[in-house]
């Protein structure tokens, strides 16, 4: 709730990685000059790439207001498991990056000239939802706690992307070639090893994470 | 810790502290009387900032043992943190939050927590408790960190440095609230400021103790600003 405040008032997170992702989505639009079938191929990648680099930006400001005043120690005082801090950051920069999301995916379907109701018929929707969902929270599971560990850092611009990129690879992976197979029209396989790959790493990301994250803060 | 229970609130028991090979704390011996104040006195980096970082539990300890009220903080679960407020350097508030609304928080994370009017009354904040705390002047940022600590209304309050850039007025009034705190009928809040400020500390404490190369090399009761002085600088020539 702090941060959902912090948010409202500055308004700062959200609209920061809004405007990221869909420069990110733009570039890639103009750089390409895709048609309807390149689009179906490439476009599900691309708007991973937006997501991923927009997400990373929200991250890296996530720890900004505990950084300030050193408020992340004002939290470990709190007479509670210091994991609630963890889960605490995780819902709040799973709900902006959702959000940042939610305004992106209809500028892609524009930029691309995609008709998703048509490329996403019946349950295929409700799968493209899971995996949005999968695939972000894996992603901002890790990125809390690597955001936690380069935020006391004078290099956490750079550390944070470094360390995210590298050990998000299964998560980026599985959750763009799960979106690529549903925005297939005719795919050669399903997407449910990707889409259990995709949620079997976001759970391991997101109970690792839970585990270490006293540690990471005392260290 | 426990209402109640007599014996040091707080007890370290050769207490270390490194930094990858930097020895900080060397083997500390101390004990925090029930109800006093005591004030640490030594110069920049003679360990008071770790010592005070173990002691609210923000920093883990290379060796030796920690006691609060007698338990040691190893068979202790994180509902012991409740009794303990720290003021740090820094005031630990959120700056895009008003003053009210960063005490309401803490008051939220500590449960059973004390009224934020009271708090905003006895800080001398009232009249800005709808600012946020980056518009606060350091004066007022110290008052909020200090109403920030006191919420749960902890039975061991620690204070790093708490006069550090204040002006004399602000200084003042910050040394009267901690008069206030130390004299409230019917609390028995454990005090241990480190500070720089000889003048003040030495006007607050009940006991003074001096720190040097992570150790405490003084420690008695009723010393006198002139002798506080002659130990520094004898410290600072060794």
Redo the contacts between chains.
């Keep these: 709730m702090?941060d959902v405040?912090?948010e409202l008032?500055?308004k700062e997170i959200v609209s920061s990685m809004f405007v990221f992702a869909v420069l990110v989505l733009l570039v890639f639009n103009f750089s390409l000059a895709l048609d309807e079938t390149r689009a179906l191929e490439l476009g599900p990648g691309i708007l991973w790439t937006a997501f991923i680099f927009a997400g990373t930006l929200g991250l890296n400001r996530s720890f900004a207001?505990e950084r300030?005043?050193?408020?992340l120690?004002?939290?470990?005082?709190?007479?509670?498991?210091?994991s609630a801090i963890y889960f605490g950051k995780l819902l709040s920069n799973l709900a902006f990056t959702l959000l940042m999301e939610a305004f992106v995916l209809p500028l892609f379907v524009v930029f691309f000239n995609l008709d998703l109701w048509e490329i996403l018929p019946g349950t295929d929707l409700a799968w493209f939802g899971v995996v949005l969902l999968l695939g972000t929270l894996g992603y901002t599971a890790l990125g809390t706690i690597l955001a936690a560990v380069a935020a006391n850092t004078t290099m956490r611009d750079v550390l944070l992307p470094m360390l995210l990129f590298s050990f998000a690879i299964p998560v980026v992976i599985a959750a763009s070639e799960a979106t690529r197979l549903l925005f297939d029209v005719d795919p050669l396989s399903g997407p449910r090893t990707w889409i259990v790959l995709l949620g079997g790493c976001s759970l391991s990301y997101l109970a690792v994470s839970w585990m270490v994250f006293e540690y990471v803060l005392?260290e | 810790m426990t209402p109640g229970v007599q014996g040091p609130v707080f007890a370290a028991r050769r207490l270390s502290k490194r930094f990858g090979r930097t020895p900080v704390l060397r083997d500390v011996d101390l004990e925090l009387e029930r109800g006093r104040c005591h004030v640490l006195f030594g110069r920049n980096g003679a360990g008071k900032s770790t010592l005070l970082g173990v002691a609210?539990?923000?920093?883990?300890p290379t060796s030796g043992e920690l006691l609060y009220d007698g338990v040691p903080l190893s068979e202790l679960d994180?509902?012991?943190?409740?009794r303990?407020?720290?003021v740090?350097?820094?005031?630990?508030?959120?700056?895009?939050?008003t003053v009210r609304?960063n005490l309401e928080?803490?008051a939220r994370?500590?449960?059973n927590a004390r009224d934020a009017d009271e708090l905003l009354d006895w800080a001398d904040l009232s009249l800005r408790q709808s600012s946020t705390?980056r518009s606060l002047s350091r004066g007022m940022l110290q008052r909020l960190a200090i109403a920030?600590a006191l919420v749960h209304e902890p039975q061991l309050l620690l204070l790093d440095e708490p006069f550090t850039g204040l002006d004399a007025p602000s200084a003042e009034r910050l040394s009267d609230l901690l008069t206030n705190v130390k004299n409230a009928p019917g609390r028995e809040t454990t005090i241990l400021i480190a500070t720089h400020d000889v003048e003040r500390g030495v006007a607050l404490a009940d006991r003074v103790l001096l720190m040097e190369g992570g150790r405490i090399v003084f420690d008695a009761t009723g010393a006198s600003v002139d002798e506080v002085r002659r130990l520094l600088l004898k410290a600072h020539t060794l």
């Design positions: 702090k405040r912090k008032r500055t207001a300030e005043n050193q408020s120690s004002g939290l470990m005082l709190a007479p509670t498991d210091r005392e | 609210a539990t923000l920093l883990r994180s509902s012991a943190r409740a303990i407020g720290l740090s350097h820094q005031s630990f508030v959120y700056a895009d939050l609304e928080f803490y994370l500590y449960g705390a920030r």
